[in-house]
Nanobody
Framework: QIQLMESGGGAVQGGDSLSLTCAGS????????IGWFRQVSGEVREEREW????????????YAASVKGRVYISRDASDKNTVHLRLIDLSGEDTGTYYC?????????????????WGQGTQVTISS
């Protein structure tokens, strides 16, 4: 089991940018794919919307169509236990609680059920 903690959420204006951070720990952290999901209105974990993922094996990145071009996921170059999610040109539709999650499997699933470890989430609120 690994531990994850999100940070960087907050309240910003439409059109602004925000960077979220997922800090991980645990012996097998670096073998896990990391995904970001968001919860908009109280959905259960299995219904959270997938945003992006990064492969532990190849470093390849994957994005939901709804955010592609506005969201960027990356592993920190100096701290391999940290994954970033950069969001730009934010709108009200991006409001929600953002979670990072970890999965073993090597195929960067879009499904929340494939991710066994989750952080507590960080709230992002966009005002017009």
């Amino acid at each position: 089991q690994i531990q994850l903690m999100e940070s960087g959420g907050g309240a910003v204006q439409g059109g602004d940018s925000l960077s979220l951070t997922c800090a991980g720990s645990g012996d097998s952290w670096r073998r896990h794919d990391i995904g970001w999901f968001r919860q908009v209105s109280g959905e259960v974990r299995e219904e959270r919307e997938w945003v992006a993922s990064i492969s532990s094996r190849t470093g390849s990145t994957y994005y939901a169509a709804s955010v592609k071009g506005r969201v960027y996921i990356s592993r920190d170059a100096s701290d391999k236990n940290t994954v970033h999610l950069r969001l730009i040109d934010l709108s009200g539709e991006d409001t929600g609680t953002y979670y990072c999650a970890a999965a073993l499997g090597g195929y960067c699933s879009e499904s929340p059920v494939d991710y066994g470890d989750w952080g507590q989430g960080t709230q992002v609120t966009i005002s017009s």
